[in-house]
């Protein structure tokens, strides 16, 4: 089985930055399948556009543009793509960087898709740093992980013990549509009191129920800006919101900037 060494993907190089034991790196991914392999380093990738599969041997993962996925460097795995064009971002970690940052490498074990809109939003703040290239890239780059790597450790909000049976299933329609929710369609749909709702969804996504869908809303711009050229005006009736000054203002609450500004970073080369 091909084994990748450090920096090496399938595809061709966009764009590249290594610094302290962290390579970023931007691709095009170019063939319709790769072959088995495993990484020597553990990775994030990032799909910015277009469609994939990513296969190991324990599932099939399916990836639209904004997956982002976990790889060990311990998981045998392979990518087809099902769309004309594909292009990823990676964070590629040598093993020496978690001594250094005093984070447990063992945590890491497996491959994942990550869902929590909190850890795609710092990821994007991470692309736009990326993108821009300029003297204070850098240390944001390296910073913005580390933020990312503290919270995927001690944020466990897909993988509760004990959790109800109810609990799945309602992460699955939060992800799936965010234009209409409320208490009560969530109630009828999941068979779960409104009061029991509105208690128990603070204790397992450590915030409210708007909150989490006003984040996952504004991850759902995010992914629409960087996989397709929509207008402002049309991701914002996409995602659900009403007017375009509402949706400005809540995306600059989450990520520190407008939605116009985020575009322009993410369209410098």
């Given at each position: ?228 050229k929509k207008s402002l005006s049309s991701i914002t009736y996409e995602i659900g919101f009403s007017d375009q000054s509402h949706f400005s203002r809540t995306f600059k609450n989450y990520m520190g900037m407008t939605p116009k500004e985020f575009q322009s970073k993410c369209r410098k080369c």
């Open positions: 089985m091909k084994i990748l060494t450090k920096g090496t993907y399938y595809g061709a190089m966009h764009s590249e930055l290594e610094t302290n034991g962290l390579l970023f790196s931007e691709y095009n991914y170019l063939i319709d399948k790769t072959d088995w392999h495993f990484h020597e380093n553990p990775y994030f990738m990032y799909v910015l556009q277009g469609n994939l599969y990513d296969v190991n041997k324990k599932t099939k993962t399916i990836c639209p543009p904004g997956s982002f996925l976990l790889h060990n460097w311990q998981e045998p795995h392979f990518n087809s793509k099902e769309s004309k064009y594909a292009r990823g971002f990676h964070i590629e970690f040598e093993k020496s960087w978690f001594q250094k940052n005093k984070i447990d490498i063992n945590l890491w074990e497996g491959s994942q898709l990550i869902k929590n809109p909190k850890l795609h939003h710092i990821l994007s703040k991470l692309y736009t740093e990326f993108k821009c290239a300029d003297a204070y890239s850098e240390v944001s780059c390296q910073l913005l992980t580390s933020e990312l790597c503290e919270n995927i450790n001690s944020e466990k909000v897909y993988s509760f013990e004990k959790k109800p049976l109810w609990l799945s299933s309602l992460v699955e329609i939060l992800h799936s549509d965010t234009k209409s929710l409320s208490l009560k369609y969530l109630s009828e749909q999941l068979g779960v009191h409104p009061g029991h709702l509105s208690r128990a969804i603070p204790k397992y996504f450590s915030k409210t129920l708007g909150d989490y869908i006003r984040q996952l809303k504004v991850k759902k711009a995010i992914d629409l800006m960087l996989s397709s």
